[in-house]
């Protein structure tokens, strides 16, 4: 099993350009999540999706937009891409509810670099 | 609130114990679990604490007290390739935050 792919890998934008990207697992995960991490800020929850159909806002939502329109697959998309963006991306996913010991599976990450 | 606080920096030597804390805020809090990356790569589960006291894997061990909205990471014989970056997260409605995340260095 592949687990979480997430493409493309590596990217630079200019400011204003948009971009979608792509996250895909398959374990049959019903939660999926991205997060972005800069240096010396941890993980931040941008927005995640506790089922095909449904997303959410995390903690730094702004400028980014998601879909989730089959179960496998989780879209990040910026509309118009900011400096500010520049960051690597992590999806993840995971099986049930945080109740349960149900581990978050991260995928390799994107590093994105908006000139 | 939401959030998590961990120290920035931990530096053991080989062969030691080394603890890192995490406290939280107790807003929709289910449990509090711990992850490792290397070097920028894909952050990896560690162990996970939903109910009070000490869960062990092998070297690692973690710890959780509800009452005190606190739990820690313990690494015992440390290993040069211990040296990691190491999260706390924790979970409630579907979210999981993590901490800002402890760089440790372990020195020969």
């Known amino acids: 099993n592949a687990g979480v792919t997430q493409t493309p890998k590596f990217r630079v934008l200019k400011t204003g350009q948009s971009m979608t990207l792509l996250c895909a697992q398959d374990m049959n995960h019903e939660y999926m999540y991205w997060y972005r991490q800069d240096p010396g800020m941890g993980l931040r929850l941008i927005h995640y999706?506790?089922?095909?159909?449904?997303?959410a806002k995390g903690e730094v939502p702004d400028g980014y937009n998601v879909s989730r329109l089959k179960k496998q697959n989780f879209l990040l998309g910026l509309e118009s891409a900011a400096p500010s963006q520049t960051s690597v991306y992590f999806c993840?996913?995971?099986?049930?509810?945080?109740?349960?010991?149900?581990?978050?599976?991260f995928g390799n990450g994107t590093r994105l670099t908006v000139t | 609130g939401q959030s998590l606080e961990q120290p920035s920096e931990v530096t053991a030597v080989e062969g030691a114990i080394v603890q890192i804390n995490c406290t939280y805020q107790t807003s929709g809090f289910y449990g509090l679990s711990w992850y490792q990356q290397h070097d920028g790569g894909a952050p990896t589960f560690l162990s996970y604490n939903a109910l009070d006291g000490l869960e062990e894997t092998g070297r690692f061990s973690s710890f959780l007290s509800r009452s005190d909205s606190y739990g820690y990471l313990l690494l015992q014989e440390l290993q040069m390739k211990d040296s990691a970056s190491y999260f706390c997260?924790?979970?409630?409605?579907?979210?999981?935050?993590f901490g800002q995340g402890t760089e440790l260095s372990v020195k020969p």
């Open positions: 997260a924790r979970g409630g409605g579907g979210k999981l935050i």
């Open positions: 999706s506790v089922g095909e159909g449904t997303t």
């Open positions: 993840a996913s995971r099986s049930t509810d945080f109740k349960k010991n149900s581990p978050l599976h």
